[in-house]
């Protein structure tokens, strides 16, 4: 009998954007494609260590589909390296996470950061998973850099938007990357302030490194998901909607990179 091809699921970084990876998680279990790790960044670490505890997604839908900016909104001075302090999304993202560690979590989950001094990418493996995925998504000049074991970390994306190669390291055959960076993306008239340009112009930055170093997948996922900003809310229905789209868009090359699965394709319908 033909042993099934590990799976490992890459979900990256964009702000609000990513609530696509709702969409391509549901889309995902709807042709009963098999997730045997997830790695995460930024928005996909929170989005990755979610999924990982077994959290249901049409929940986790409806729950963001409310979610008032109010409620990740706590203030701080910049020169404390951000505007946001990150201890209510911390929070959040504890009780979505039910208080778990790395090693409690049903589907094996790592996430990354980027080390602010000695510039290189940590992949985090151990401890509460909250704390972790709080260091992944500092996005800089946003939310307030996390001190870990002596360490400043924040936005894992700005190494590796798609964490891919923590995937291949450990031993995944097929990998499916979720790419959510943009080269265009709308600017509202009379709302281009500091962070916002600022998060532009990262965005931008972003992009361009994925175009001139891809990420190290068999599939990529591309939602495209232009109409969201960064930081906004508005939208999420849609954007959940466009992970949706392009994740049924390439389901025919998982399948085929799944290669020879016979039992797993025919319990798909395409």
Do not use: W
């Not at 404390?80 to 090693?103: P, S, W």
């Not at 094996?108 to 909250?130: I, N, Q, R, W």
């Not at 265009?184 to 532009?200: M, V, W």
């Amino acid at each position: 009998m033909q042993k099934r091809k590990k799976i490992g699921l890459a979900l990256g970084s964009g702000g609000a954007r990513g609530f696509s990876h709702i969409g391509v998680l549901e889309t995902l279990e709807k042709y009963n494609i098999p997730i045997d790790m997830i790695a995460g960044c930024s928005i996909g670490a929170i989005a990755g260590a979610i999924y990982s505890v077994g959290t249901d997604l049409h929940l986790l839908s409806r729950y963001v589909s409310t979610l008032d900016k109010k409620a990740i909104m706590d203030l701080t001075m910049p020169t404390q390296g951000g505007i946001l302090q990150g201890n209510k999304i911390e929070e959040i993202i504890r009780v979505l996470t039910h208080d778990k560690t790395f090693a409690q979590t049903k589907i094996p989950f790592f996430c990354t950061a980027t080390d602010m001094e000695s510039g290189t990418l940590t992949v985090f493996s151990e401890g509460k998973l909250h704390r972790a995925v709080r260091a992944s998504m500092c996005v800089p000049g946003v939310f307030v850099p996390v001190e870990m074991n002596g360490h400043y970390y924040c936005d894992g994306g700005i190494l590796e938007s798609v964490p891919a190669t923590v995937l291949r390291q450990q031993g995944m055959d097929v990998v499916i990357g979720v790419d959510l960076s943009q080269k265009r993306n709308r600017i509202s008239e009379g709302k281009l302030g500091a962070y916002s340009t600022l998060l532009r112009m990262f965005d931008i930055m972003q992009h361009e490194i994925d175009t001139l170093r891809p990420p190290d997948v068999d599939v990529l996922v591309k939602p495209s998901a232009a109409f969201m900003s960064l930081l906004s809310s508005e939208g999420t229905e849609e954007c959940v909607d466009e992970g949706r789209r392009a994740t049924e868009a390439v389901i025919p090359q998982i399948l085929d990179a799944i290669g020879g699965n016979s039992e797993l394709a025919s319990n798909c319908t395409l």
